[in-house]
């Protein structure tokens, strides 16, 4: 069936530096990936997606790229901060499918 | 982006019991969902809630154990029935319209006792 794998499951970064978590999906045909980012006590909240007719899109120290070739995904959160720390979670979809296929979720913990 | 409210919070339960977790969206949305996520752990679709019509139930969920209620476009409820310890899990509302990102909830914590 559908599946995203999710890498790394726990990620420790220095405040101030890069951090990358990496997605692979199954189904060619997924069109929308979206990333969510989850809080301790809190619901998922979506921080970025991108379709795939879009190789990459940026919202301030958030990116996320695409290579539809490799099926892969990656968030990229730069210049870190003590309150980017929290799970994130990739997800994927085809726009013919009403539900998301989720990855196994990453620990980000920002280092002060 | 829609805001989506959910209650309770949490709550501790007896077994055997039954608990129905109330959903409200501040806007009309074509598609509400209910998941389960047990701590550290992803996210599990238990089913699509449909305006008008029977729940979408996912492979290992069945409407006697998760009845689902959907009277309108803004509003979901669902009951975890006959609950036993391994119920105790966070169950998550969601929401979305056609061609707009899906957005969650808080969650409920429910623990069994």
């Known amino acids: 069936g559908e599946n995203v794998e999710q890498h790394p499951s726990t990620l420790s970064v220095q405040e101030g530096d890069s951090a990358v978590i990496k997605c692979t999906y199954s189904d060619s045909a997924s069109n929308y990936f979206p990333w969510y980012k989850q809080e301790l006590g809190k619901g998922p909240q979506l921080i970025i997606d991108?379709?795939?007719n879009v190789g990459e899109k940026k919202d301030q120290r958030i990116a996320v790229t695409l290579n539809k070739t490799a099926k892969h995904f990656s968030l990229h959160i730069t210049e870190t901060q003590p309150e980017d720390s929290a799970v994130y979670f990739c997800a994927a979809r085809r726009d013919s499918n009403y539900q998301l296929i989720w990855g196994a979720g990453t620990k980000l913990i920002i280092k002060p | 982006s829609a805001v989506i409210s959910q209650k309770p919070s949490r709550d501790i339960c007896q077994r055997g019991t039954s608990l129905t977790i109330q959903c409200q969206v501040d806007?009309?949305?074509?598609?509400m969902f209910w998941y389960r996520q047990q701590p550290g752990q992803s996210l599990t679709l238990i089913a699509t809630a449909n305006q008008g019509s029977e729940a979408t139930y996912e492979s290992g969920f069945v409407i006697d154990k998760f009845p689902i209620s959907r009277p309108n476009l803004t509003f979901s409820t669902l009951t975890v029935s006959n609950m036993s310890p391994e119920d105790s899990s966070i169950y998550l509302c969601?929401?979305?319209?056609?061609?707009?990102?899906?957005?969650f909830g808080d969650g409920t914590r429910l623990s069994i006792l």
């Open positions: 806007s009309q949305v074509t598609m």
């Open positions: 991108i379709r795939s």
């Open positions: 969601s929401a979305r319209d056609n061609n707009q990102p899906q957005h």
